[in-house]
T-cell receptor, first 113, second 115 residues
Framework: GENVGLHLPTLSVQEGDNSIINCAYS??????FIWYKQESGKGPQFIID?????DKRQGQRVTVLLNKTVKHLSLQIAATQPGDSAVYFC????????????FGRGTSLIVHP | GAVVSQHPSWVICKSGTSVKIECRSL??????MFWYRQFPKQSLMLMAT?????????EQGVEKDKFLINHASLTLSTLTVTSAHPEDSSFYIC???????????FGPGTRLTVL
């Protein structure tokens, strides 16, 4: 059948700008969320996580925001650098479930020098 | 986090041959490993959960006789793609679940190209 919507959404930013990558999750029972970064030809790399009892968590240059009301997750990258260029995936894990997360579609971040 | 390696990093094979991919947990013993497949510009799709000393658990739609998984030790899981076809060409990634967290740590992936 026709493959619709399989192209990754893309976010292009200038070096030094802040980037915001969004993710909508589907399972209201999810209680743990993770952001992964995947560079071309490599495996995903853990960036930051957040549990459902929080709405914000900060790391080094990254912040994750969780809005459980609308089931929305975002990753903010401050002062984006060319090395941040990658595909970013959000993943959710349901309450009491196994540690196998469900991966979102991914967003391709392109940072222009 | 856990350090996970995969071998080979890439492989090209002829249609009809079998290819084995190794996944190693280098710094801790993993009773459970996971195998994913990723097509270009798509997300990761879980193929199977590899359990040390027992049979793997396959996701719906994944042929267990085509994708053979062996998890013979706490540090090694192998995925064998049998009678490979061009449509099996993909990026295969393994992961290990962390001991005390819900986080998975991924290997660097293996690019399989079937001619």
């Amino acid at each position: 059948g026709e493959n619709v919507g399989l192209h990754l959404p893309t976010l292009s930013v200038q070096e030094g700008d802040n980037s915001i990558i969004n993710c909508a999750y589907s399972n209201s029972a999810s209680d743990y969320f993770i952001w992964y970064k995947q560079e071309s030809g490599k495996g995903p790399q853990f960036i930051i996580d957040i549990r459902s009892n929080m709405d914000k968590r900060q790391g080094q240059r990254v912040t994750v925001l969780l809005n459980k009301t609308v089931k929305h997750l975002s990753l903010q990258i401050a002062a984006t650098q060319p090395g941040d260029s990658a595909v970013y995936f959000c993943a959710e894990k349901p309450t009491g479930g196994s540690y196998i997360p469900t991966f979102g579609r991914g967003t391709s971040l392109i940072v222009h020098p | 986090g856990a350090v996970v390696s995969q071998h080979p990093s890439w492989v090209i094979c002829k249609s009809g041959t079998s290819v084995k991919i190794e996944c190693r947990s280098l710094d801790f013993q993993a009773t459970t490993m996971f195998w994913y497949r990723q097509f270009p510009k798509q997300s990761l799709m879980l193929m199977a959960t590899s359990n040390e000393g027992s049979k793997a658990t396959y996701e719906q739609g994944v042929e267990k006789d085509k994708f053979l998984i062996n998890h013979a030790s706490l540090t090694l899981s192998t995925l064998t793609v049998t009678s490979a076809h061009p449509e099996d060409s993909s990026f295969y990634i393994c992961s290990v679940a962390g001991i005390s967290t819900d986080t998975q740590y991924f290997g660097p992936g293996t690019r399989l190209t079937v001619l």
